[in-house]
């Protein structure tokens, strides 16, 4: 048990014996009590809210709940004293011995430690990346690949079961652009001569392998062919090779998803029909004509067409919504609904990670989750909004369509995987973000991928230089030798747990990152007192007592470090270059 559920649990057992002595009417609900820390560390080591909260539900005041409190916690061996606070909080002051035990439970738990059961076995499908396969990754992917990644692991690690998954996009008309294109190149293999590439068609060279690989298998027999007998088969070679690019350049940021589910094979197997008919069993499909849109213009003609709606704005959205156009073949979102509701059928919630682009889309397939699970199955969409690509300030153009667009592949061939991957998670994912090439190699403290790296391939350095350098060091460790600042690292150190369920909560990655700039930093600003005074120093060479217990620090922090780089897909830097 970490440190604030250990004190969660003293509180407890605190508001148990209020009851017990008839001070607290027994079955007050104790939703929304917390422990955590002061927003002031001056003032304690933990905080509780628990008077302010049950006050009024135990009909008192919450000084004098918290005057019934504090005593009861401030009996703990633990604790040193027990303050009130404002208008009713509840301050902690730790004894130090609670601070090295907690060093100790953070090196003995490992790469455990903070890993948490709050998910209770929930099963979570991640949807993301789920770009279209006609072409290999680019950076306008990237961002969404890095959180929904990282989003799956700390789901992972705070005790979910987890699904990563990939919608493949192969049943719209940008594949059977795709097949065009493949076409030409196809043409272009067998002729030598160079494709023109009309407007509209992928430009990109990346298809020239593709075109000599159906000049292979294919021979001439498609060149003067109508498209009616080579479209259908140039579609699923075309996809098969895109999907295995796309693989190819997830790897390179180690993403790996558990499932790749097929729009075609969703309505090949028949699902659009299925939703469909769970929704008119709930009456919830109707034959209509939608309204004329508002962005038209006045003066333009607008002919109504009766269509198959869904009745989504009984779940909140703007409209009903087609399920089918009017030739019968299904809408978009006719699809789309009937890939969430496979989805649905196989887990307890549903998260999936978009482009900010998608933003008109969101209340729409929310509704369709909502109607077809009777509300049973909740869904989140992150909305992630693009990064721009500057070198040296300046931006860098990327355009699919004309095929110059800087890949994913080259962003991470010249800065690596894991600046990439800690970079995407420098910002909350709805917020802007610039990736310079400059910056993020930096080797500044204002680079927040180098300071955190820095920190880690220090610790590492000390641990090597002291192995080699300082001589009869102790085998156990004198944790009574740390002094209050340094224990302050470990006050850092064991909240890591709490932000951990609290990211996953809040399904909010980014949280690690900003946690861990603020453990590095706090690392690097207690290393650095040693330049002013020898004897701060971690390594104090006529001190092996004292240089072993700043090392069994130093070790805390690492691990803590290499932790949270783990739930972000980072590797922990063992020295810098």
């Not at 003609?301 to 156009?325: A, I």
């Not at 340094?486 to 809040?506: C, D, N």
């Not at 620090?553 to 972000?568: K, Y």
Request: charged fraction near 25%; aromatic fraction near 8%; proline fraction near 5%.
């Amino acid at each position: 048990m970490t440190l604030y559920a250990r004190f969660a649990a003293h509180l407890d057992a605190a508001l148990d014996a209020l009851v017990l002595d008839g001070e607290l009417p027994a079955g007050v609900d104790r939703a929304g009590v917390a422990v955590e820390p002061p927003r002031d560390a001056s003032h304690g080591d933990l905080a509780t809210n628990a008077a302010m909260v049950l006050a009024k539900r135990a009909g008192t005041n919450p000084r004098a709940l918290a005057g019934l409190i504090g005593p009861k916690l401030e009996a703990l061996a633990e604790v040193q004293a027990a303050e009130i606070a404002g208008p009713g909080f509840i301050n902690l002051r730790l004894a130090p011995h609670v601070w090295r035990e907690e060093l100790g439970a953070i090196l003995t738990a490992g790469s455990d430690y903070g890993r948490s059961r709050a998910g209770h076995g929930v099963r979570v499908n991640v949807e993301y990346v789920s770009a279209n396969p006609t072409g290999p990754m680019h950076m306008g992917h990237c961002r969404g690949a890095v959180v929904g990644d990282a989003l799956a692991s700390l789901l992972e690690y705070a005790g979910h079961q987890v699904t990563r998954e990939y919608y493949v996009n192969d049943a719209g008309g940008q594949v059977d652009v795709l097949a065009r294109s493949a076409h030409l190149r196809y043409v272009e293999a067998l002729t030598g001569t160079e494709a023109v590439i009309p407007e509209g068609l992928y430009p990109g060279e990346y298809l020239k392998p593709v075109g000599a690989s159906l000049a292979a298998d294919y021979g001439d027999r498609f060149v003067d062919a109508p498209e009616s007998e080579w479209l259908v088969p140039f579609r699923q070679a075309a996809v098969a090779a895109m999907m295995a690019m796309i693989r190819t350049d997830l790897a390179l940021l180690g993403i790996h998803h558990d499932v790749f589910s097929s729009e075609a094979e969703v309505q090949a197997a028949g699902k659009p029909d299925a939703a469909v008919a769970a929704l008119a069993a709930k009456g919830l499909i109707y034959e209509g004509e939608l309204e004329r849109p508002k962005s038209l213009d006045p003066h333009d003609e607008w002919e109504p067409v009766t269509l198959t709606l869904f009745k989504s704005t009984q779940f909140g959205d703007d409209q009903d919504r087609p399920v089918k156009k009017s030739d019968g073949s299904w809408t978009y979102f006719g699809a789309d609904m009937a890939y969430h509701y496979q989805k649905a059928q196989a887990a307890d919630q549903l998260i999936d990670i978009w482009g900010a682009d998608h933003a008109g889309t969101v209340k729409r397939i929310k509704a369709a989750v909502a109607a077809l699970t009777d509300g049973a199955t909740p869904f989140d969409v992150k909305l992630v909004q693009m990064v721009q690509l500057l070198r040296g300030g300046e931006p860098v153009k990327m355009s699919k369509r004309s095929g110059n667009f800087v890949t994913l592949a080259d962003v991470v061939e010249e800065v690596g995987k894991d600046v990439v991957r800690f970079t995407m998670l420098t910002r909350k994912a709805e917020a802007q973000m610039d990736f310079d090439f400059a910056k993020v190699v930096e080797a500044s403290k204002d680079n927040p991928v180098f300071y955190v790296q820095y920190a880690h391939a220090r610790i590492r350095s000390m641990q090597r230089k002291a192995a080699a350098e300082v001589a009869d060091m102790p085998e156990r460790a004198d944790l009574s030798l740390l002094d209050a600042e340094e224990l302050e690292l470990i006050q850092l150190a064991a909240q890591f747990p709490r932000i951990v369920e609290a990211a996953a909560s809040a399904r909010e990655p980014h949280r690690i990152a900003f946690y861990l700039g603020d453990v590095a930093a706090a690392f690097h600003a207690q290393y650095n007192k040693g330049n002013d005074d020898p004897e701060k120093r971690f390594l104090v060479a006529h001190r092996p007592d004292l240089t072993r217990a700043r090392l069994e620090l130093a070790a805390a922090i690492g691990q803590i470090v290499r932790n949270g780089l783990g739930i972000m897909g980072v590797a922990a830097a063992e020295e810098m270059a």
